[in-house]
């Protein structure tokens, strides 16, 4: 029965992933395929037709659950909308409401500084449009997140007509308990430690602390269910020793359970325990054995068919990833354990480290290796906070008056938490970060830790080949990462700026970096170092600085903090606001040698107005040759006397560059536009575009981030191919 769910579980996750890789396969098709497999494998083995008729559940609950969703781009209308959850971000407010309007029905965000109540409806002007996903590889994909909590959409009000409140009892009660655990923590609590406590209770983002983030704790303080776990365990407890019957002890934990997954939104966590503890209460009831590892699988099978987009949150991964291997390691390792409370506790937090570890590398990119000490430091204190919680919530408004020393205590272990991660934060060195990989590395990894446990430790010939043909693997892979033999020119979707990277054979030459904040977004520290990271950048040969503008060197200083930087490389025009990078000059015909070619100083810039400053470079890779030239103002274009195969488009596509003539001369089969969405100059202009009329053009608008591969022959990649997922 488990290898059947098991099997049932694979299936359906893996129609889920094909759909979210491949959204455009025909859905009568695959389900053509799939029940003509499970036909065949009826007669060949029928765990296999499990596999082909979940794996067609799985792609067609996601494409029906994708559907679902009217809204396609955007749209600016009267909608109805009603609050129905609340988050604190800040200083500002994070609304999930249900919006109606002329063919939408659904859920959606919305960002505001005005403060709300859940259960509020309002009549509005707004415009509503698809979440942002990700234009460049390997980084945060706020659209995937959203959809994970069913929701594809952000509302912008512009007007409120009118406003009521919903007669909902559930929404009124998730205010009335939003509101009592954000007064009675806020009040007694300082400001770190109550929004730590807060966000755990209400599964709000306010854990903004980055030690916690860093040290990876984030996950298991506020999204692995261990807090409801243990909210469980301590009423099956205080039944116990108040000696009322378990079957009601049971009855009574699932009800509080319920109630409070009802008042929290019922995040993945609430639903998994629920789903688990459920099953183990039928099992109590008709005297059947409880088997943990099948109850788990069962609700991770259930969640998925409910959204099979639970799948994009890493929440639910890492919160059933976690529980599997306290499931299945931790009775192993405790055989060992001599019943001793200290090593039992240090045997249950490994298993869960050794669970997740692999999956903490792909989501943050990084692991520090302290991570591990502290979950053996701060769990435990992290449990008993969670008792002082539970009675402070459950006690307060009958005996609020004699607990001051609990919020005292509460207080002080909470801040010993977070004054214990900025300890072990501060010892850099120990961090490790990683190149970003398949999901199925982690996998690997992971069910690598599984086999390595249940191995047979008598068959020690068996050990050998295992150990010896897993650890080849990992060298060999580790070995590869590091042969790094790609030649590529790559421009990055920074916004409305310019970031351009030569990875040539792995050194990294950056022209431009893009900058500065924009409506308190960082692109340095949202897009480029994440990116450079994540394909494992440490070292740069060379920054060239086209200019001072801040949209083109804004982000110098984050990454010169976060990368060591061997030149940085501009004219004697834009030396002012790099003084302290120690500025390499470059002139005219000056070259830097590539492996593979070279980067050719071909106009100095004009002394005087800050764009007509811009240097111009000429890259040539493998005899392709690629013309950047800043922002370069077109009155001052017929000083380039230069042909090249691809155009880097001057000031993002502002009218004020790039003319007719300028292209004609240049004679550029490619350009490359990097300009911000909706941005407010109105880039690129429609006489830019004019001008390249018969020029192959990508621009990060529509395209996202840009790849030219140079292999025997220049391949260009687009990082957006117009489909929902990218």
Partial sequence: MRKNIFIALIGILAGIGLFINFETINLLLIMLIGFVSALIFTLIDKKLSIFALTFVLGFFLSSQNLDSYKLRNYEESKLEITIIEK?????????????????????????????????????IDGQISLANKNTNPNLFNYRNYLLSKSIASNIKINKIYKKSHDSSIILKLRNEFYTYIHNIFEIHLDKQASDLVVSVILGENLIENDDIKDLGLTHILAVSGLHIDLLVTFI?????????????????????????????????????????????????????PEDKIKSLMIAAFLILIINPFAILNVGFVLSFIATSGIYLLYPKLKKYLNNCLISESIGFITCIQASILPFVAYYYGKINILSILANFL???IFSICMYIIFVIVLFYPLIHFIMLPMFTLLNYLINSILNLTFMLNSIKFLNIDFIHQSILVSIYLYFLVLVSVYIKKSNKKLIKEFYTINLLAIVLSLGYDRLNTEISYSMIDIGQGDAFL?????????????????????????????????????????????????????????????FNIENVVTSKNNINTLRKYNPKIIEEDDKIRLKDGYIKCIFEGVAGEENAESLGLLVNIKGASILTMGDLPKEYENLIDQKADILKVSHHGSKTSTSKQFVENVNPKVALISAGRNNRYGHPTAEVIENLNGVKIYNTQNDGMVKIYFDKDVRIERYLKGRFFK
Avoid: M, W
């Fill in 378 to 380: 701060i769990l435990p």
């Fill in 236 to 288: 099956l407890y205080c039944f116990k020793k108040l000696n009322i019957n378990y079957k009601y002890g049971y009855i009574f934990a699932l009800l509080i359970a319920l109630l409070y997954g009802s008042l929290i939104s019922f995040p993945f966590s609430v639903i998994r325990v629920l789903i688990i503890y459920l099953i183990g209460f039928l099992a109590f009831l008709y005297q059947f």
């Fill in 502 to 562: 030569i990875n040539d054979r792995g050194d990294y030459y950056l022209i431009d970096v893009g900058g500065p904040k924009y409506d308190n977004y960082d692109s340095g520290e949202k897009i480029l170092i994440p990116y450079l990271k994540s394909i494992g950048v440490k070292n740069i040969k060379a920054v060239f600085i086209s200019h001072e503008d801040s949209d083109h060197s804004g982000n110098i200083e984050i990454l010169n903090n976060n």
């Fill in 87 to 123: 988050r604190k971000v800040n200083d500002d407010y994070r609304y999930f409401v249900k919006a109606r309007g002329k063919g939408i029905d659904e859920k959606s965000l919305i960002f505001t500084d005005e403060n709300f109540e859940i259960g509020d409806k309002f009549l």
